[in-house]
């Protein structure tokens, strides 16, 4: 080969090399180019900057010092050292020595890469620390001991304790590396060796007194005590230890310094002794005073300390501003007082989620490739009442076409979004024992006018996972329309265009999908949607906060809009009792996601709080005041639930404000436990329509019980309000310590010890079906308690639940009836099951009563069927009126029975 050739074949062998660095390159940067667009695509391109850059930053920032560090102490000084030596040796050592220098270099130059990128990783990973550390804000509560601003411990402190751990790491590699090389070339006693040394141990050392004077605060994180936080003895034996740690140590990183100079190998030795003895006496003398001095007297010692906690976790949970009210359970439940509560009987839930999902499955999918994902709980207003609904969307779930469906194009192109939902009222139950459906099937069908959905698409929602392109040549699947379809083509503003071969390529990259580079369907106009998963499209956006994981669908306008709940947090809070990996939350921010054009809005409801004022500060862009909620979204906010139940939890040991109750553990409260599916679980909060005591009307609200510890009578309720300005108020209502209340294991103990109830419960579990406990629900009216448990029966041919029976406790009496308001009627007034016969029609209340005992059975019949008619109507004064006449019937039936 001539040298022109040789010349030709280099420069291509260069230029392949160059355009495969080059793809190396763009590959690796795809991600962010693809979600660059993403976030440009939905105006908030800003956020993703503010991120990017800041991590950037860190990583040039860290791989540079990091590179100046060891080249300086691993190649500069001990080159200087070891071409010094080499002039005085003899030349098979200088040849040798050359040699291994070389190879240790190369070996050095890789540890040194690799230290590089993995030290650059870490600290880049800290890019929210180090941002919300320059925005931090006060929380104006300070910790006892320190008396420093509770922002230091959440803000600021876990960015200098990172720091301070990262340079350790750094100073530790490179001392080690320095005694390698010295080691190496047999010159580790070599004065200009021990003055490097020498200096890089003091440095350690220190940083690691640095350290000790950090750890000072980590005890307000301590759990060795009485309660979480620091204690007697953090106070008085682990602090104490800490400082003289800290002297000694530093006192070693001046002696260090000082062997530059003189050298003093003693006094090293003796802060070396004294370093390891003060490191085991800070095991053995906390533990002494622990056991000797605080164990005898921990009450008397502790009392301060769990007085901290108690104040410190209750204002981190929100647990400060509960109301605390008795409820003091008095006589009978009245027709009065049903009257006055029909808004909470209209709505009493007999339709738990778990069987109604079922039965939404079976009659409202409509297709195979349909799924409900969730069944969620709100409330709206209908013919001017307020009712508690229950509702599902109908997501697509391409996963369940037939497998010979499954094509790019079917999955990517076609089927690209779910259609509609379908909702019923909590309390409604048609002949066939199903779910009143008020939207059902598809297209929608409303039967009210505030429930009518004009864009039924969902193009984002909890299981929506595939990412889809639109505007394509290829028309979208809508909807099933008999034996056809109905075709669409997406209005909505999301998406990224694919409007050029690099967009194009890098998605395809992304996705691993070469048709969405190949595809002739796709055009300059189509646009690529994805993040669409409603938990995956919000933490893309918003990292630093912590998701319900409950979000739920609301009819308003027309549209499907999801509601979804975010949280601050914080595991760093000082004193405060950790629980679910936190130990700090506010329900600050509502998101609500657009489930068509895909709209993500975060609105700040809690704007005190320290938190989301840090974040407000960092992204401006993001936030937006709840005042710009649309009002007819507001009115679907609610209490979430998953904030509920850690806030009940906690609650249950922490509304003990006395530090020797809360000590001794006097009043311990716990969820009571249910069965579900025959298996015996913590029974969850739910929400109802219900009027507080006092309260002049009825609020949606979650409330859930309280038993006292390994018991089961109830103690007290919970609730929390989600309506008009009382929204997010806590409160409690305790029942007296002298009464005896059922909790809800003592009722369904009950139930099923009633021989009439376990006779009919045991033949329908034999005849071909079987019996589905829902949920049962513990509902306060008025000084009473009323406990509600629906009955479903399924047959093993089926899976289609229907609710048959309604179970009803009341005081010392347990019924089932067709339905609640047989139930009612037979708790309250002892009334028997009666089979239907073809009665009169009732006399009018208050008229003549008719003669003979025949008559007058056939009229307390016809009252009996009058009053069940009422009720089902939620009509309680007719209910009531027609009672009264069933009593006087009665009477006289009686009356002339003895004649």
């Not at 200088?94 to 130059?109: E, K, N, Y």
């Not at 996972?465 to 997406?490: A, C, L, M, W």
């Not at 409801?605 to 960092?618: E, H």
Request: aromatic residues 12%; charged residues 20%.
């Amino acid at each position: 080969m001539d040298k022109e050739s040789r010349r030709l074949a280099l420069g291509c062998a260069i230029a392949f090399g160059v355009l495969l660095a080059l793809f190396a390159l763009f590959t690796s940067l795809v991600g962010v180019y693809t979600d660059w667009l993403w976030f440009a695509s939905l105006g908030q391109l800003s956020i993703y900057q503010t991120r990017l850059w800041t991590q950037v930053g860190l990583w040039l920032a860290g791989a540079l010092l990091v590179m100046v560090v060891l080249i300086v102490n691993w190649f500069v000084v001990p080159r200087r050292l070891l071409g010094r030596i080499q002039l005085t040796m003899r030349n098979p050592r200088r040849v040798a020595l050359i040699v291994g220098a070389r190879a240790l270099t190369i070996v050095l130059r890789v540890i040194a890469g690799l230290v590089i990128v993995v030290m650059a990783a870490a600290i880049s990973d800290q890019w929210m620390t180090v941002l919300t550390f320059s925005k931090a804000m006060p929380f104006g509560l300070s910790d006892p001991i320190f008396g420093l601003d509770v922002g230091f411990y959440v803000f600021r402190l876990p960015l200098v304790r990172f720091l301070v751990g990262w340079l350790l790491g750094l100073i530790a590699v490179t001392l080690l590396g320095d005694a390698v090389v010295y080691l190496f070339a047999q010159q580790i006693r070599e004065r200009m060796a021990t003055i490097h040394l020498s200096v890089l141990g003091a440095l350690f050392l220190a940083g690691k007194a640095v350290d000790y004077l950090l750890q000072r605060f980590a005890l307000l994180e301590s759990s060795e005590g009485a309660v979480f936080g620091a204690g007697y003895t953090d106070v008085h034996a682990q602090l104490p230890l800490l400082y003289l740690l800290t002297g000694v140590v530093a006192l070693g990183a001046i002696l260090l310094l000082a062997n530059v100079f003189v050298r003093r190998y003693r006094l090293l030795l003796a802060v070396g002794v004294a370093w390891i003895g003060l490191s085991l006496l800070g095991s053995a003398y906390p533990s002494f005073v622990q056991r000797f001095t605080v164990q005898p007297n921990e009450l008397a010692l502790e009392r301060p300390y769990i007085e901290h906690n108690l104040r410190f976790t209750r204002y981190a949970y929100g647990l400060d501003t509960i109301q605390e009210s008795d409820y003091q359970v008095k006589g009978e439940l009245t027709i009065q007082e049903l009257e006055a509560n029909a808004d909470t009987l209209d709505n009493v839930r007999l339709w738990d989620w778990r069987p109604l999902r079922t039965t939404y499955e079976q009659l409202q999918e409509i297709r195979t490739y349909y799924t409900f994902p969730d069944v969620d709980v709100d409330r709206y207003v209908l013919d001017g009442r307020l009712r508690e609904v229950t509702l599902a969307a109908r997501e697509l779930d391409t996963e369940q076409l037939r497998e010979d469906a499954r094509t790019w194009i079917n999955q990517h192109l076609i089927y690209t979004h779910g259609y509609g939902l379908c909702l019923s009222i909590v309390s409604e139950v048609s002949e066939e024992g199903l779910p009143r459906l008020l939207v059902r099937d598809i297209p929608p069908q409303s039967t009210d006018p505030a429930l009518a959905i004009t864009r039924p698409e969902i193009y984002f929602g909890e299981k929506t996972t595939n990412h889809v392109i639109v505007n394509t040549s290829e028309d979208e699947f809508d909807y099933p329309k008999g034996d056809e379809n109905v075709y669409t083509r997406y209005q909505g503003s999301d998406g990224v265009p694919l409007s050029n071969l690099l967009r194009r390529i890098a998605f395809a990259l992304r996705f691993n999908s070469t048709p969405i580079l190949l595809s002739s369907a796709i055009g300059p106009e189509s646009r690529i949607l994805f993040h669409r998963t409603l938990s995956e499209r919000v933490q893309t956006l918003a990292p630093m906060l912590l998701f319900d994981q409950d979000p739920y669908p609301v009819i308003v306008d027309g549209r499907i809009v999801w509601l979804y709940d975010a949280y601050t947090w914080s595991n760093r809070f000082p004193y405060s009792e950790p629980t679910w990996n936190l130990n700090y939350i506010r329900n600050s921010v509502k998101v609500t996601l657009d489930a068509y054009t895909g709209e993500t809005t975060f609105y700040v409801v809690d704007a005190a709080d320290p938190l989301i004022q840090t974040y407000q500060a960092l992204f401006p862009t993001l936030f937006s005041p709840i005042e710009r909620m649309a009002p007819a979204l507001r009115e679907h906010v609610r209490y979430p639930e998953q904030l509920f139940t850690i806030q009940a939890e906690v609650y249950g040991a922490y509304h003990m404000q006395d530090p020797r109750v809360f000590y001794n553990k006097e009043d311990l409260w716990q969820a009571p436990t249910e069965t579900v599916e025959g298996q015996e679980t913590w029974m969850a909060p739910y929400y109802v329509i219900m009027r507080l005591p006092g309260a002049e009307q009825a609020e949606f609200m979650m409330i859930r019980p309280y038993v006292p510890a390994d018991k089961q009578n109830m103690i007290a309720w919970l609730y929390a309000d989600s309506d008009g300005p009382d929204y997010g108020q806590l409160g409690v209502f305790k029942f007296s310590k002298d009464a005896l209340i059922y909790g809800p294991a003592q009722v369904e103990a009950r139930i099923n010890q009633d021989p009439y109830i376990s006779q009919q419960l045991t033949l329908w579990n034999q005849r071909g079906s079987s019996v589905l406990q829902g949920n049962l629900i513990v509902i306060p009216i008025d000084g009473t308690l009323l406990y509600v448990q629906p009955l479903y029966l399924q047959a093993e041919t089926s899976q289609l639940p229907e609710l048959k029976r309604v179970l009803v406790a009341y005081g010392n009496r347990v019924a089932i009836g067709n339905d609640l308001a047989t139930g009612l009627l037979q708790v309250l007034a002892e009334a028997p099951v009666a089979a239907p016969v073809e009665t009169p029609a009732a006399p009018a209340p208050g008229g003549p009563q008719p003669t003979g005992v025949a008559a007058l059975a056939r009229s307390a019949q016809a009252h009996y069927e009058a009053a069940q008619n009422c009720l089902q109507q939620g009509d309680w004064a007719c209910y009531g009126t027609e009672l009264e006449a069933l009593e006087g019937a009665l009477q006289a039936l009686v009356a002339a029975t003895e004649e």
